[in-house]
Structure formats: C-alpha cells, structure tokens
C-alpha cells in the first residue's frame, strides 16, 4: 500500500513503479542501446572513408569537414523533417539522422588520427615494402587507434543523449517514456528514463575506455617508460 501511494502521490522516486513499469521500461531501454549501437556503427563505417578522402589534401578536407560541421549545426527537428520523405515515422529515419550527426567527431578524430603518425613510422614500413594497403592496416590504423577511440566515445555518448530526441517519430527509446511523461508531469516516469539514459552513456563511455586500453597497451607503457625504454615502445607499436 505504501509502495502505491508513492504513485497516487507522484512522488520523484517511487519503487513501485519501477515494479509495475519494469517490462515497459527494458523494451525502451533495450530500443535505446539498439539505436544508439546501430548508428554509431553505421557512422563510423560512413567516417573512415571520408577521413581517407579528407587527408588526400585542401581540395578534399575543405568539403568533406565543412559538410559534417553543416549536418551537425541542423536542428534535430528540421533533420527528421528532410528525412521524412524517405524514410517515413520508422527507426531508419532516427538512425540516419544520428549517423549524419555523428560523422563532425568521427571524421575529425579519425583524421586527426591517422595524421598524428609518425612521419619516420611511414617511412620504416614503406622501406620494408609495405604498400599503400598494407601501410593504412598494420601500421597507420594501429598507430590512429587512441584519437579514433576517443572520438568513438564521443560521439557514442552524444548519439545516446541525441537518442531521445527520436521520440519526436516515437523511435527515441527512453526518449519515448520521457516525453509521454512530460504532458501531466509524471515524476518516477520522467526521473527514471532520464537516470537510465546517464547511466547508460556512462556504461558506453567506460565500455569504450575498457577496449581502448585493450587495444592500446603501448600508450600505458610509455606513461610509464623512462628514455631508456624506447627500444621496447618501438617494438610494441611495430608488433
């Protein structure tokens, strides 16, 4: 009985309905991870190849990085509103326009990246043969890996704030339960969706930390090598 009289009293944090609602606030949880990984993964795929073509020179990196800086200052209301016509009120139309949000970080990171190696690295592989290929996989993409992460976790954290605006064509996972709530101002409801997006940008970011370190073992060993140990940073980075 107490438990109901939290909602007969919308109360900001009731455990009842956390109870009662348990089922409809998974689905929307689950909707909102599958947003946010989709688009993500679908910007980063789109960004790569536009980073290559950006570092080609001016010609290339004057476009491509004023086009994703112009996608990025549209309002999310106007974007959905252009993307309507081909996709209709479906989470293809929410998805699209977060990946069109997400390339600005992604491109720049990755650019940035992949521009950061080492001149001399460049210049040890091609004198060992390694194509142009062979160059971007094993030594300039490994080497790129610390600013391509760094800008993964930021657009990652964006894209699930950035989620909830989808509930405008109700595809906006917890931005659906935040929105319905809002009209009669139901606290638990609007309080709990808006701590589960935190929590899981959170989670995402510290996901993402977990896999750069994992990826990245030279960087913690030259935090922690004196000069006497480039030899061996050397090695780690080439292997």
Not at 150 to 174: E, N, P
Request: net charge neutral; proline share 5%.
């Amino acid at each position: 009985m107490a438990g109901e009289n939290c909602l007969v009293a919308n109360d900001w944090i009731c455990g009842e309905y956390l109870r009662s609602r348990s089922q409809e606030l998974t689905d929307a949880t689950v909707e909102h991870i599958w947003i946010t990984a989709v688009s993500v993964l679908i910007g980063l795929a789109v960004a790569f190849p536009l980073a290559l073509l950006a570092r080609r020179g001016r010609h290339f990196a004057g476009p491509v990085l004023g086009l994703t800086t112009v996608l990025y200052t549209v309002p999310s209301l106007a974007m959905f509103s252009l993307l309507l016509p081909l996709f209709g009120l479906s989470a293809a139309l929410v998805v699209t326009g977060l990946v069109l949000y997400s390339l600005t970080i992604l491109v720049r990171n990755v650019l940035a990246g992949l521009e950061a190696v080492p001149p001399e690295a460049k210049e040890a592989a091609k004198g060992m043969g390694y194509g142009p290929a062979r160059l971007l996989w094993e030594v300039e993409l490994p080497l790129a890996l610390p600013a391509l992460m760094a800008g993964l976790r930021i657009a990652t954290v964006s894209t699930v704030a950035l989620t909830t605006v989808g509930s405008l064509v109700g595809k906006g996972g917890l931005g659906n339960l935040i929105e319905d709530a809002l009209p009669s101002l139901f606290k638990a409801q609007v309080l709990t969706a808006s701590v589960l997006c935190v929590l899981l940008a959170v989670a995402a970011d510290l996901l993402l930390l977990g896999v750069q370190r994992l990826l990245t073992p030279w960087t913690r060993i030259r935090a922690t090598a004196g000069p006497d140990r480039g030899a061996l940073i050397a090695k780690v980075e080439a292997g």
